[in-house]
C-alpha cells in the first residue's frame, strides 16, 4: 500500500508518481494526506448533496464513487450523491436554485452555471489554484463557466463526442485514411453509401448527438446563430451553403435519422447496419465490454472532425460543470471537494474509468495514461482543446442554451434535408425562433 | 310540563338577540358554507391556484431559476408569428379529432360487443382493459421500438413476407410519424371509451329490448331508438374526457418522437414542456399552455350544455 505523509505529497514526485494508480487503500490515504494540506476545510458536521448526470460508462460511475469515498472518509464530510438523466439536471438544480433548497452542488451540462449566476459560490479561487497547478484551463471550458470575469463553476470535463467509423467499410470505400475536410467527408459518405455501409447522424431532437454535428457543419461554414455581440445573423449565405452541404450529406444517410434520438446511432452501429456516425467513445466501449462484439470492437475507430470552408476546427463539444449553490451551508465542503474531484491523484484514475468518455479540461492531463494505453481513444483527448463554447462565437449564457434546448439549428437543418421547407424557409424559421430568444 | 317563572335578568338573557357568531353556528345556509369550506379549500389551492399562477407565468418573462417581470401579452405576441406554436395547435387538432373519433367507434363497437352474452365474458371484459393499466411511458417505449426507423418489428415481417424491400420510415416520416402517435393514443385510449359506455349499457333495461323486439324491431331499430339515445348522456360525459385526455397528452409524444420529426408531432402540451422546462423559458411555456384553455373550455362547454338538455337525457327529441 502506498503510503502517503503530507511531506511526500507537498513534495509531489513521488507520491504523485503513484497516483495513477491510486485505488481502495491508497486512495484513501492520499486523501487523508490531501486532507491536511487542503486550501479549504471543510466546516464540521458539514453534509452535502450532490446532484450529478446519469453515467453511460459505469467504470466512470465506479470511480467517481471511489472519489466520493475517499473525500468522506478523509474529510468527515457526509456526502449524498445522486443521479439524474442530462436532461433533468436542469430543471430539478433550477428548482433548487428558485427554491434555495434542496441541493449544496450539482455537476449538470454547458452553460448550467450561467443561469442562475447570483445563485451560485463564487469559484475564482478554486479556479486559480487548479489553472496554476495544472497548466491552466482550456479555453471553451473557461468560457463556458465564466461571467464578468468570475468563475461561477468549476468545469470539470467535456464530454468528448467525434466521428466513429467502421475501418473496413472506409476503406472499402476507397480511403486510406478519415477524410480531413468537408468535400473529402461528403466523398466517403457518397462511397459508403453506394457500398450499401451507410453513414448517419441524428436529425431528430437529440440533445447531445443531432446538436452537436450540426452546429458543426453550420460553424464549419463560417455561418453563426448570433454575432459577438448576439445579433440574430442565422440568415445568411454562409448558412444557405451549410444547408446544401447537409442535404448533400443526409441523403447519403441511412433511413430514420430525423427520427432518431440520442441513443438510436448506437444502436444501428452495434447492430451493424450504420457504418460511420458522432457520438461519444460510448459506442466502443459497449463493444469492447461485449465479448460478442469483438469483431466490431477491432473494426471501430475515431477520427476528429473534418474542417470546413473556415479552415479550422468547429467542435461543438459537451462541457460539464460543477456548481455550488451559495446557500449552502457548507461552501468550504464544496470547493474542497470540487478541488479534490481535479487533484492528479485520482483525476487521472477517474479518467481511466471513464475510457475516454470524459476529456479533461486542465492541460496537465494531456498525457494522462488513458490516453495512450489505447491509441482508439487517443482523438478523444482533444475535444477540451478544440470545442469552440456552446455559443458558438456569441455569448455564454442561458439565451444560447436556450437555443440548443429548443432544437433551433437542429430543426432548421432537418426542415431543409427532409424537404419540409426550402432554404429560405427554413432559414426564415430558425431567424424568427433565435429572435424570439435573443429579445 | 312544568311552568317556571323567568327572573328578569333569566329572560333577558334568554330573549337576547342572537349574535352573528350564533347565526354562524346555527344558521343553516352558514351549516352548508361550513361543509362546504375544505372543499373549496382543495379547489382553490389545488385546482384554481396553480391554474392562475400559470396564466399569470404567461404575461412574465420567467425563466427557469430567476423570478420574472410583467410583460402584458408579449409571449402571446410571439406566439402568434411563430410557426411552430402553429403547427404545434394544427397538431393537436389532428390529434385530438382523429383519435377521439376513432377511440369512439372501436369502444362503442367493443362496448356492444361485450354486452352481449358470449363464453368468457369477464375474462373478454379483463383483458380490454390491459391497453389501459400498463403504464404510459412502457406502452409508449414499446410502440417506438414497433416503429423504430431500423428496427421495427413490422418492417423486420414485411421484409421476411418479400413485401417490402426497405425498412418504412415509420417515426422519420411527419405522415408516418401522426400516424403513429395516433395509432398509439388510440390502442391506449379504447379501453377507457370501452368499458365506460359498457357500463352504461349495463344501466338499460332488457325489457326494453324484448318490447321492441315483440314489435318486430331489427337490431339497428334497437340500437338507433333505445340503446343510442339512453347512451347519449353517458357518452357525452366519456367523449369529453376522452377528448380532455386526448388533447393535454404528453408522455406518448414526449417518448415517442419528442415532437419530431421536424415538429411534425409536437403538441401544445409537449412543445410547452420543452419551451419551459428544457429551455427554461418558463414564461413562454405557460403562455402556450394557458393558450390550451380556450380549446379545451369549448370542449366542455359542448358537453355541459348538451347534459343540460334533459330531454336529449331522457331519450326524447330535441327541441
Not at chain 1, 497548466?135 to 461561477?152: F, Y
Not at chain 1, 449564457?397 to 432537418?414: C, L, R
Amino acid at each position: 500500500m502506498q503510503d502517503f505523509t503530507r511531506r511526500a505529497l507537498l513534495q509531489g514526485g513521488t507520491a504523485l508518481t503513484a497516483a495513477g494508480v491510486l485505488t481502495g487503500p491508497a486512495l484513501l490515504e492520499f486523501a487523508k494526506a490531501w486532507a491536511q494540506t487542503a486550501q479549504w476545510k471543510p466546516e464540521a458536521g458539514a453534509k452535502i448533496t450532490l446532484m450529478r448526470w446519469k453515467r453511460f460508462v459505469p467504470e466512470e460511475d465506479e470511480a467517481f464513487n471511489a472519489i466520493v469515498a475517499a473525500f468522506k472518509s478523509a474529510t468527515g464530510t457526509d456526502m449524498n450523491v445522486f443521479s439524474e438523466s442530462f436532461e433533468d439536471v436542469q430543471p430539478k438544480a433550477s428548482v433548487a436554485a428558485n427554491t434555495g433548497s434542496g441541493l449544496d452542488m450539482v455537476w449538470g451540462l454547458h452553460t448550467l452555471p450561467q443561469l442562475f449566476p447570483t445563485k451560485v459560490v463564487k469559484m475564482n479561487d478554486v479556479a486559480d489554484y487548479l489553472g496554476k497547478k495544472y497548466g491552466g484551463w482550456t479555453d471553451a471550458a473557461a468560457k463556458t463557466c465564466m461571467k464578468d470575469g468570475n468563475w461561477l463553476g468549476i468545469p470539470v470535463a467535456t464530454v468528448g463526442g467525434y466521428m466513429t467509423y467502421r475501418k473496413s467499410a472506409v476503406e472499402k470505400a476507397g480511403f486510406k485514411e478519415f477524410p480531413k475536410d468537408f468535400p473529402g467527408f461528403l466523398e466517403m459518405c457518397k462511397a459508403l453509401k453506394k457500398n450499401n455501409t451507410p453513414a448517419g447522424f441524428a436529425l431528430g431532437h437529440a440533445t447531445g448527438d443531432a446538436n452537436a454535428w450540426v452546429h458543426w457543419v453550420l460553424w464549419g461554414h463560417n455561418a453563426w446563430t448570433v454575432d459577438k455581440d448576439d445579433k440574430v445573423i442565422i440568415n445568411s449565405p454562409e448558412t444557405a451553403k451549410a444547408l446544401d452541404y447537409c442535404k448533400a450529406l443526409a441523403d447519403t444517410f441511412i433511413p430514420g435519422t430525423a427520427s432518431w434520438n440520442d441513443g438510436s446511432n448506437n444502436k444501428a452501429f452495434l447492430a451493424g447496419d450504420l457504418y460511420c456516425t458522432a457520438n461519444g467513445i460510448s459506442i466502443y466501449v459497449a463493444a469492447k465490454n461485449d465479448p460478442k462484439m469483438k469483431d466490431l470492437a477491432e473494426d471501430t475507430y475515431h477520427a476528429l472532425w473534418p474542417i470546413g470552408p473556415i479552415g479550422k476546427p468547429t467542435e461543438m463539444q459537451l462541457a460539464v460543470p460543477i456548481l455550488a449553490f451559495n446557500f449552502t451551508k457548507y461552501p468550504n465542503a464544496c470547493k474542497a471537494f470540487i478541488d479534490f474531484m481535479l487533484e492528479k491523484a485520482q483525476y487521472e484514475k477517474w479518467l481511466e474509468g471513464a475510457k475516454g468518455y470524459l476529456t479533461q479540461t486542465l492541460n496537465a492531463y494531456d498525457s494522462a495514461p488513458v490516453w495512450t494505453e489505447d491509441p482508439k481513444r487517443a482523438v478523444f483527448a482533444q475535444a477540451s482543446k478544440r470545442a469552440l463554447p456552446a455559443s458558438g462565437i456569441g455569448t455564454v449564457g442561458e439565451k444560447a442554451a436556450t437555443a440548443i434546448a429548443d432544437f433551433i439549428v437542429v430543426d432548421m437543418f432537418a426542415n431543409y434535408c427532409t424537404g419540409a421547407k426550402d432554404a429560405k424557409g427554413a432559414m426564415a424559421e430558425a431567424e424568427r425562433q433565435l429572435k424570439r430568444i435573443y429579445r | 310540563m312544568v311552568d317556571i317563572a323567568l327572573t328578569p335578568r333569566a329572560a333577558k338573557s334568554q330573549m337576547r338577540e342572537a349574535t352573528s357568531w350564533d347565526q354562524l353556528k346555527h344558521n343553516r345556509n352558514w351549516l352548508g358554507f361550513w361543509f362546504m369550506l375544505p372543499a373549496m379549500g382543495f379547489l382553490i389551492f389545488f385546482l384554481a391556484y396553480p391554474l392562475g399562477l400559470g396564466i399569470w407565468l404567461s404575461f412574465t418573462d420567467t425563466k427557469i431559476g430567476r423570478v420574472g417581470q410583467f410583460i402584458g401579452a408579449e409571449n402571446y405576441e410571439w406566439l402568434w408569428d411563430d410557426s411552430i406554436f402553429w403547427l404545434s395547435v394544427t397538431n393537436t387538432l389532428l390529434y385530438t379529432s382523429i383519435a377521439s373519433a376513432i377511440k369512439f367507434a372501436i369502444g362503442l363497437y367493443l362496448a356492444l360487443l361485450l354486452n352481449e352474452n358470449m363464453p368468457f365474458k369477464a375474462v373478454l371484459r379483463s383483458l380490454i382493459l390491459i391497453p389501459f393499466i400498463v403504464p404510459t411511458v412502457l406502452s409508449a417505449l414499446a410502440f417506438w421500438w414497433i416503429f423504430d426507423a431500423q428496427f421495427s418489428i413490422i418492417s423486420w415481417s414485411l421484409k421476411h413476407l418479400g413485401l417490402i424491400h426497405q425498412n418504412i420510415n415509420f417515426l422519420g416520416d411527419t405522415t408516418w410519424a401522426r400516424i403513429c402517435v395516433i395509432f398509439a393514443n388510440i390502442w391506449r385510449g379504447v379501453p377507457f371509451v370501452a368499458i365506460t359506455l359498457l357500463a352504461g349499457l349495463q344501466t338499460v333495461s332488457p325489457s326494453l329490448y324484448e318490447a321492441a323486439t315483440l314489435d318486430g324491431a331489427t337490431s339497428w331499430q334497437r340500437f338507433r331508438h333505445i340503446t343510442y339515445p339512453l347512451l347519449t348522456p353517458i357518452i357525452a360525459v366519456v367523449m369529453t374526457f376522452s377528448v380532455l385526455f386526448t388533447f393535454t397528452d404528453f408522455q406518448l409524444i414526449w417518448a415517442m418522437t419528442r415532437g419530431g420529426p421536424v415538429n411534425a408531432t409536437h403538441l401544445m402540451a409537449t412543445l410547452s414542456y420543452q419551451r419551459a422546462i428544457i429551455a427554461g423559458q418558463l414564461g413562454e411555456g405557460a403562455a402556450i399552455s394557458s393558450a390550451m384553455i380556450p380549446f379545451l373550455l369549448a370542449a366542455i362547454m359542448v358537453s355541459w350544455f348538451g347534459l343540460q338538455r334533459r330531454k336529449w337525457q331522457q331519450g326524447e327529441n330535441n327541441d
